[in-house]
């Protein structure tokens, strides 16, 4: 069964610095690895989605990495701001079932000014 | 384009209870989802759909039950509310299935059964 894992489960951190969140996987076998924000109270956003043949992909300040033979994806976020504090998951979609995200439980980050 | 919407946004049911979650789409997406949120488990799938009238089982299907009689609109049931059905629910929509593209998620429902 697939598990994803995300660490830090907890994140603070002053304003202005380079950070790192971190997102495990057991089964190598996948479509893509996404990212997603979530806010308190409100639904997912969908920040970067890496397919498997990519290495990374990059939006803005964030920049996701992916290596699928070790199971492992970075999400770096630069120049942190109090307004990217909010909750940060990633999910996997596997090739055994092509239409299901597999969720990780999310890193919370905040970002002190 | 309001994108994806959940109605009700919360609600409180005694056990046993029914009740049904709409999710509606602005977007014309083929794909549907519903998912549920309980603390430190990330979201999980309960069922979805491939288009109108299609309807398949998630990870966590047991106690609800769905309907996409409308392609924009996918309905989720609680015949029986249960305490462990306490979460928050999750309604998801895409273009394209989730080893293609990304997907776009409503706002959440609440939902405390007593």
């Known amino acids: 069964k697939q598990e994803v894992t995300q660490i830090p489960a907890a994140l603070s951190v002053p304003e202005g610095e380079n950070l790192v969140l971190n ?6 076998a996948i479509y893509n690895l996404q990212w997603f924000r979530q806010d308190p109270g409100k639904g997912l956003t969908s920040l970067l989605l890496i397919q498997s043949s990519q290495r990374e992909q990059t939006s803005g300040r964030l920049n996701a990495s992916l290596d699928k033979s070790s199971g492992r994806s970075t999400l770096y976020i630069a120049a942190s701001q109090p307004g990217d504090s909010a909750t940060y ?13 597999v969720f990780g439980a999310g890193t919370i980050l905040r970002v002190k000014s | 384009n309001a994108g994806v919407t959940q109605t009700p946004k919360f609600r409180v049911l005694k056990t046993g209870q029914s009740m049904t979650l709409l999710c509606a789409q602005d977007m014309n997406h083929e794909y549907m989802y519903w998912y549920r949120q309980d603390p430190g488990m990330g979201l999980r799938l309960i069922h979805y759909s491939v288009g109108e009238g ?10 609800y039950n769905v309907s996409r009689l409308k392609k924009q609109n996918f309905l ?8 462990s059905q306490t979460s928050v ?14 997907q776009y998620f409503g706002p959440g429902t609440r939902l405390l059964v007593l």
């Open chain 1, 89 to 101: 998951l990633c999910a996997v979609v596997l090739v055994e079932y092509g239409n299901k995200l």
């Open chain 1, 23 to 28: 997102c495990s996987f057991t089964d190598s």
């Open chain 2, 89 to 102: 629910y999750f309604c998801a929509s895409s273009y394209v299935p989730p080893a293609s593209g990304a």
């Open chain 2, 54 to 63: 299609t309807t398949a089982k998630g990870e966590v299907p047991d106690g």
């Open chain 2, 76 to 83: 989720l049931g609680l015949e029986s509310a249960a305490p």
